[in-house]
């Protein structure tokens, strides 16, 4: 089993950024592949990005790069999400996954493991 434990949400004002984190812990050698998802009201889930634990290699949804950034710390067991000029269009619950596959991958159907999400709202 993989616990994922998502934080870091909050209110922001639009322009402004946030960091997310998503703790890992359980069987994590097990686990290659991790990603962020989003989810707003009404709306279909949607892939943020995603990151190999191990290499670092990323993927990014076309809409979202060059304002959010992927990261993870393999030390500290934990994955970043930095969104920076955030907008109104950004406000959604966040999820953190995880997967056994080797390379980054967008598609949520292959994440095995799903934290419980953080909130993020963005005023304008």
């Known amino acids: 089993q993989v616990q994922l434990v998502e934080s870091g949400g909050g209110l922001v004002q639009a322009g402004g950024s946030l960091r997310l984190s998503c703790a890992v812990s359980g069987r994590i050698f097990s686990m290659h592949t991790m990603g962020w998802f989003r989810q707003a009201p009404g709306k279909e889930r949607e892939s943020v990005a995603a990151i190999s634990w191990s290499g670092g290699s990323t993927d990014y949804a076309d809409s979202l790069k060059g304002r959010f950034i992927i990261s993870r710390d393999a030390a500290k067991n934990t994955l970043y999400l930095e969104m920076n000029s955030l907008q109104s269009e950004d406000t959604a619950v966040y999820y953190c996954?995880?997967?056994?596959?080797?390379?980054?991958?967008?598609?949520?159907?292959?994440?095995?493991?799903w934290g419980q999400g953080t909130q993020v709202t963005v005023s304008s």
């Open positions: 996954a995880a997967s056994r596959l080797a390379f980054p991958t967008l598609n949520p159907r292959v994440y095995e493991y």
